[in-house]
C-alpha cells in the first residue's frame, strides 16, 4: 500500500511536471519534443511551409508585378515614341509637301503665265533687200528673274510675199541646236505684212536662264524655186541693223501670249 502510494504520489508528480512543460512551450512557441518523433516532423513542417509560402509569394508575385509594371511602361513608352515618330512623320510629311508647293509655285512661275523682261532681238546678216533670200537672225533675251523654257516660246518675223508662192524655211546655225526649233509660215494681215514666219523649239532646247540670253539663230527663207524677193516693203525688214538690238517689229510669244513687240 505505501509503495502504491508512494507511487501514486510520484505518478501525480510527474504529470504536474509534464503539464508545466507544455504550458512553457506554448508560451515561448517552441514546439515540445514529442515522444517518438526526434524533432523531426517540427523540422520538416516548419520548413517546408516557409519555403514554399516565401517563394512563391515574394518571387512569382514580385516578378509579375515589376513584370506587368515594365511592360505597362514599355507598352507606355513605345505609345509615346509611335505618338512622336507619327507626329514627326506628319511634320516631315507637312514640310515636304509645303516644299513641293514651294517649288510647284516657283516652277509655275518659270512656266505658266507671262514672264517680264524678255525681250527678242533681230539683225540683218543680209542687206541686200531684193535678192533670192532673206536672212532674219535672232536672240531671245531674259532680263526677269526665273529661267524660261524655251519650248514655251515662240517668235515670228513678218513679210509680203508677192504672189504667196510656197516658202521654204532653213537653219544655218542656232546655239541650242537647229535640230530643236521648229519653223512655219502663216498668213496675216497689217501694214506691210502678208505672212510671217514663226520658230518655236522643242523641249530639249532647254531654257533661257535668267539674265542669259538663248545664244544666236540663223534663220534663212526662201521662196521654194529661189526667186527674188522684195524686202523692202517687209514689216519686219531692216538693214540698218546688221548687229543685234532690241527691235520691236519682230515679236515674242510665251504660251500664245504676246510678250515682246508689236504685230503689224
Same mark, same amino acid.
Given at each position: 500500500?505505501?509503495?502504491?502510494?508512494?507511487?501514486?504520489?510520484?505518478?501525480?508528480?510527474?504529470?504536474?511536471?509534464?503539464?508545466?512543460?507544455?504550458? =512553457?512551450?506554448?508560451?515561448?512557441?517552441?514546439?515540445?519534443?514529442?515522444?517518438?518523433?526526434?524533432?523531426? +516532423?517540427?523540422?520538416?513542417?516548419?520548413?517546408?511551409?516557409?519555403?514554399? =509560402?516565401?517563394?512563391?509569394?515574394?518571387?512569382?508575385?514580385?516578378?509579375?508585378?515589376?513584370?506587368?509594371?515594365?511592360?505597362?511602361?514599355?507598352?507606355?513608352?513605345?505609345?509615346?515614341?509611335?505618338?512622336?515618330?507619327?507626329?514627326?512623320?506628319?511634320?516631315?510629311?507637312?514640310?515636304?509637301?509645303?516644299?513641293?508647293?514651294?517649288?510647284?509655285?516657283?516652277?509655275?512661275?518659270?512656266?505658266?503665265?507671262?514672264?517680264?523682261?524678255?525681250?527678242?532681238?533681230?539683225?540683218?546678216?543680209?542687206?541686200?533687200?531684193?535678192?533670192?533670200?532673206?536672212?532674219?537672225?535672232?536672240?531671245? @533675251?531674259?532680263?526677269? +528673274?526665273?529661267?524660261?523654257?524655251?519650248?514655251?516660246?515662240?517668235?515670228?518675223?513678218?513679210?509680203?510675199?508677192? +504672189?504667196?508662192?510656197?516658202?521654204?524655211?532653213?537653219?544655218?546655225?542656232?546655239?541650242?541646236?537647229?535640230?530643236?526649233?521648229?519653223?512655219?509660215?502663216?498668213?496675216?494681215?497689217?501694214?506691210?505684212?502678208?505672212?510671217?514666219?514663226?520658230?518655236?523649239?522643242?523641249?530639249?532646247?532647254?531654257? @533661257?536662264?535668267?539674265?542669259?540670253?538663248?545664244?544666236?539663230?540663223?534663220?534663212?527663207?526662201?521662196?521654194?524655186?529661189?526667186?527674188? =524677193?522684195?524686202?523692202?516693203?517687209?514689216?519686219?525688214?531692216?538693214?540698218?541693223?546688221?548687229?543685234?538690238?532690241?527691235?520691236?517689229?519682230?515679236?515674242?510669244?510665251?504660251?500664245?501670249?504676246?510678250?515682246?513687240?508689236?504685230?503689224?
Amino acid at each position: 500500500m505505501d509503495i502504491k502510494m508512494v507511487n501514486g504520489r510520484w505518478m501525480k508528480v510527474e504529470l504536474l511536471g509534464l503539464a508545466a512543460a507544455v504550458l =512553457v512551450a506554448c508560451a515561448t512557441g517552441v514546439e515540445p519534443v514529442r515522444e517518438g518523433a526526434g524533432g523531426a +516532423g517540427g523540422d520538416v513542417s516548419a520548413s517546408t511551409t516557409g519555403d514554399v =509560402v516565401g517563394s512563391s509569394t515574394s518571387n512569382t508575385t514580385g516578378d509579375f508585378t515589376t513584370s506587368t509594371s515594365s511592360s505597362a511602361a514599355s507598352s507606355s513608352a513605345a505609345s509615346s515614341s509611335a505618338a512622336s515618330s507619327s507626329a514627326a512623320s506628319s511634320s516631315a510629311a507637312s514640310s515636304s509637301a509645303a516644299s513641293s508647293s514651294a517649288s510647284s509655285s516657283s516652277a509655275s512661275s518659270s512656266t505658266g503665265g507671262v514672264v517680264m523682261g524678255l525681250a527678242l532681238q533681230y539683225r540683218a546678216a543680209d542687206t541686200n533687200a531684193t535678192d533670192n533670200q532673206m536672212k532674219p537672225h535672232f536672240r531671245i @533675251v531674259n532680263g526677269g +528673274g526665273a529661267s524660261v523654257p524655251l519650248s514655251s516660246l515662240t517668235l515670228r518675223y513678218y513679210f509680203t510675199a508677192e +504672189g504667196n508662192p510656197s516658202q521654204i524655211f532653213e537653219c544655218d546655225y542656232a546655239t541650242v541646236g537647229c535640230g530643236n526649233l521648229m519653223g512655219k509660215f502663216a498668213t496675216t494681215t497689217g501694214v506691210m505684212a502678208d505672212h510671217y514666219m514663226e520658230i518655236g523649239f522643242t523641249a530639249a532646247a532647254g531654257s @533661257v536662264m535668267a539674265g542669259g540670253n538663248s545664244g544666236e539663230i540663223q534663220a534663212r527663207l526662201h521662196n521654194q524655186d529661189y526667186s527674188n =524677193v522684195n524686202e523692202a516693203n517687209d514689216y519686219s525688214f531692216d538693214p540698218t541693223k546688221p548687229a543685234f538690238v532690241d527691235w520691236t517689229k519682230v515679236t515674242l510669244f510665251q504660251g500664245g501670249a504676246l510678250v515682246w513687240g508689236t504685230e503689224p
